[in-house]
T-cell receptor
Framework: EDQVTQSPEALRLQEGESSSLNCSYTVSGLRGLFWYRQDPGKGPEFLFT???AGEEKEKERLKATLTKKESFLHITAPKPEDSATYLC??????????FGPGTRLSVLP | GAGVSQTPSNKVTEKGKYVELRCDPI?????LYWYRQSLGQGPEFLIY????????DSGLPNDRFFAVRPEGSVSTLKIQRTERGDSAVYLCASSAGTSGSREETQYFGPGTRLLVL
């Protein structure tokens, strides 16, 4: 059974304090690993798709990396507007998305 | 173009009542998905449509839940005899589905917050 765990459950950072969020997964035949951002009361907003180990993608202060067992979302010099819940999902070929529980990030000014 | 839209944004109902939740996918997207999200959890898959047909309904929790997509665009999630445990955010997502499969990036709507009293 495909499984996704995320850590930490919650993270509080000072503005400018870089850190990383972890997504660990077990899946048979990974088609893709997806990162989404979710603001309170909103639907998830797509950030990245990673397809193979060693792949990296960047967007503004965010960089996502992928290994065979986990993915990291690195946040460099975060700002208060980066505060949100970050969700990770995996998809095996021909299967549905399986989401992790998310990491709630708070960036304090 | 416009993103995925869902109506209503909030729904309060009483135990035992029937509710319908509507999803308008991104124009041209052939694949449509329904998820349920409980507080503090990630979205949980319910059902997947490719065109008008339900290609995978393995996530529907029981026969009180049903979804339709009669013209391959708008979808309605229907819940009969609602229970307090059905309270959650119901999310809809769509993807291009250009390969006729579900292997595409999914774009989510804002969700419908259902509260069953």
């Amino acid at each position: 059974e495909d499984q996704v765990t995320q850590s930490p459950e919650a993270l509080r950072l000072q503005e400018g304090e870089s850190s990383s969020l972890n997504c660990s997964y077990t899946v048979s035949g990974l088609r893709g690993l997806f990162w989404y951002r979710q603001d309170p009361g909103k639907g998830p907003e797509f950030l990245f798709t990673l397809y193979s180990a060693g792949e990296e993608k960047e967007k503004e202060r965010l960089k996502a990396t992928l290994t065979k067992k986990e993915s990291f979302l690195h946040i460099t010099a975060p700002k208060p507007e980066d505060s949100a819940t970050y969700l990770c999902a995996v998809q095996a070929y021909g299967q549905n998305f399986v989401f992790g529980p998310g990491t709630r990030l708070s960036v304090l000014p | 173009g416009a993103g995925v839209s869902q109506t209503p944004s909030n729904k309060v109902t009483e135990k035992g009542k029937y509710v319908e939740l509507r999803c308008d996918p991104i124009s041209g997207h052939t694949a449509l998905y329904w998820y349920r999200q409980s507080l503090g959890q990630g979205p949980e898959f319910l059902i997947y449509f490719q065109g008008t047909g339900a290609a995978d309904d393995s996530g529907l929790p029981n026969d009180r839940f049903f979804a339709v997509r009669p013209e391959g665009s708008v979808s309605t999630l229907k819940i009969q005899r609602t229970e307090r445990g059905d309270s959650a955010v119901y999310l809809c997502a769509s993807s291009a589905g250009t390969s006729g499969s579900r292997e595409e990036t999914q774009y989510f709507g804002p969700g419908t917050r259902l509260l069953v009293l």
